[in-house]
């Protein structure tokens, strides 16, 4: 459906596209990931003409994009776009959002173009709030507005640029939930997400960009258990961890916690798992506190699908010992609730710092 050769592009020095060639076949669902910074949203702004590629061409049925007259339109037409920060009309109503551009740009009528939009609202769940204003509504159901808008273009590829970044974490899955049912009714599409779950279980293909290139592609399973290139691996064991820099005795530990939860939740932890790593933390961090004023904790959260280990690793100045070792009274307790919670604990010299490594008891 859409044929993309040696697609590159340059704002000015700055080369951000190098020399993509790819395909995109009809009722196929490929995710693009990969760190910031290297070409996604370009990409595709590329694709929908929002930005005009340097050299290379894209085909879209046979159809040459780049050198087609009438192109922008129809590609417009064909490929709609979702975008990360919604792009609501603010004085318009839902409806009305749904209804615009139908009614200006292809010329449907207002009771055909308000029947479709009824019925898109019915699809994302949101039938009731046809008459409400977007600041009236949530974000994930401005998202979900958002979808049924493209909808109403009838395109036959949509692009989603990140469409879950600027979610609060609750409301990720009911937009998630949304664009699973279009892959389930064979809608092509092109994602670029962070949510790495959802792009293994929706898409036929993964994209994984670096450095603006498509630097390895496969399967969801190719890419995700077993990638064959050095970047790739990096990136996919990066997001498998969570990790976080704590540098004053002050920090936010239920908003680390909230973290927890959704990293746990990610990989399907139990909720006794959950329960025991943030239990760890807390004692963790308590254990550790004193160190505090010789450097930054360095905490790392990391589960093994393969191995279905969790582990936690605390890193900090190797200053006063091994803090295994009792010591200071009020140490006690801290130190008999990590040991219950372990399976495995150990301290050791890991690049010039004191590392305490713990492996999480599963329940
Ligand atoms: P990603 O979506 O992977 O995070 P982007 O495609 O947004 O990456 O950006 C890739 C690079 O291109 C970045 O260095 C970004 O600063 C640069 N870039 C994107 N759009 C423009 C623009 N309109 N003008 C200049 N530089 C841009
Ligand atoms: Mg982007």
């Known amino acids: 459906m859409i044929k993309v050769e040696h697609l590159s592009k340059s704002f000015g020095d700055l080369v ?13 669902v490929v995710s693009i990931i990969g760190p910031s910074g290297t070409g996604k949203s370009t990409f595709l702004r590329c694709l929908n003409l929002l930005d005009r590629p340097t050299s290379g061409s894209i085909m879209i049925d046979g ?43 292809r010329g449907v009528d207002r009771l055909s173009a308000e029947k479709k939009a009824r019925d898109l609202l019915r699809l994302v769940g949101l039938a009731e709030k046809a008459h409400a204003f977007p600041d009236e509504l949530s974000g994930g159901q401005k998202q979900r507005v958002a979808i049924a808008r493209c909808l109403a273009m009838e395109p036959e590829i949509i692009l ?28 092509t599409m092109a994602i ?59 920090f936010d530990l239920y908003a680390l916690n909230s973290e927890i939860d959704i990293f746990c ?21 308590e254990l550790h506190r004193p160190r505090l004023s010789a450097g930054p904790l360095d905490l790392t959260i990391s589960y093994s699908e393969k191995a279905g280990t969790l582990e936690l690793f605390l890193d900090s100045e190797a200053v006063g ?13 801290a130190l008999l609730v990590i040991r219950g919670f372990s399976h495995q604990l150990d301290y050791h010299l890991h690049q010039g710092r004191g590392r305490l490594h713990v492996l999480v008891k599963p329940d």
């Open 16 to 28: 951000v596209l190098k020399d993509i060639s790819t395909e995109i076949r009809k009722g196929e």
């Open 63 to 105: 159809m040459d994009i780049l050198t087609h007259p009438t192109a922008v339109t129809q590609v417009r037409q064909r490929m709609n776009m979702v975008f990360q920060s919604f792009n609501l009309f603010a004085h318009l109503s839902v409806l009305d959002n749904l209804t615009l551009a139908p009614r200006k740009l």
């Open 160 to 187: 989603f640029d990140e469409p879950t970044s600027a979610l609060d974490p609750t409301m990720v899955s009911e937009v998630l939930a949304v664009i699973r049912k279009l892959a389930r009714e064979g809608m």
């Open 192 to 250: 670029v997400t962070h949510e790495m779950d959802f792009a293994r279980d929706v898409s036929h293909r993964v994209f994984y960009m670096d450095q603006g290139l498509i630097y390895e592609e496969g399967t969801p399973q190719q890419i995700f258990n077993d990638p064959q290139k050095d970047r790739t691996r990096v990136f996919i064991n990066r997001i498998r961890s969570l990790t976080r820099h704590i540098t004053t005795s002050d």
């Open 265 to 285: 939740e990610r990989h399907d932890l139990s909720r006794q798992a959950r329960n025991n790593v943030q239990l760890l933390v807390e004692e963790v961090l």
């Open 321 to 333: 010992g091994d803090p295994l070792e009792p010591g200071a009274e009020d140490d006690g307790l």
